[in-house]
């Protein structure tokens, strides 16, 4: 936990989300300023408490568990969500292959646009050419 951290609440949320996701999502930006504005930041603290707990503490580890919350995403057809946790899931060590591999079954669990979903975000993921020549 960064210095900043023990002064700000709000950072050592943020902190929580870095370590599991690799990133603030926009979505927690915005509930992070509300919930400054009308003094509701122990909802967020206790969220991110939560979701801490479930991604870092899992029996699965947090690759297993990232990969997890992506194919539930893609079988709720949760576009914005599954992406970040996508993203969540190579920070935590996952590959494109892994991945796939989920977006396939979320073909078998849930079906033709779960699969594209998934097929689409992981296209987004795809190394540029412009990024591989370099």
């Known amino acids: 936990m960064t210095d900043d951290a023990l002064i700000h609440p709000t950072e050592a949320i943020r902190d929580r989300y870095r370590t599991t996701l690799?990133?603030?999502?926009?979505?927690?930006?915005?509930?992070?300023?509300l919930a400054r504005e009308f003094g509701r930041l122990p909802t967020e603290e206790a969220i991110a408490a939560l979701r801490h707990i479930v991604l870092t503490d899992s029996p699965l580890g947090s690759r297993v568990?990232?990969?997890?919350?992506?194919?539930?995403?893609?079988?709720?057809g949760r576009a914005a969500p599954a992406r970040i946790h996508?993203?969540?899931?190579?920070?935590?060590?996952?590959?494109?292959?892994?991945?796939?591999g989920v977006a396939e079954t979320a073909?078998?669990?849930?079906?033709?646009?779960?699969?594209?979903?998934?097929?689409?975000?992981?296209?987004?993921l795809l190394p540029t050419e412009e990024g591989a020549a370099g």
């Not at 996508?86 to 796939?100: F, K, M, Q, V």
Request: negative net charge; charged residues 15%; glycine residues 14%.
């Open 107 to 124: 073909l078998i669990t849930a079906g033709v646009p779960a699969y594209a979903l998934g097929t689409e975000i992981i296209a987004e």
């Open 22 to 33: 690799g990133a603030v999502p926009h979505g927690v930006e915005d509930r992070l300023r």
């Open 86 to 100: 996508a993203r969540g899931a190579l920070h935590a060590g996952a590959g494109l292959a892994d991945l796939i």
């Open 65 to 76: 568990q990232q990969l997890v919350h992506f194919g539930q995403l893609l079988a709720l």
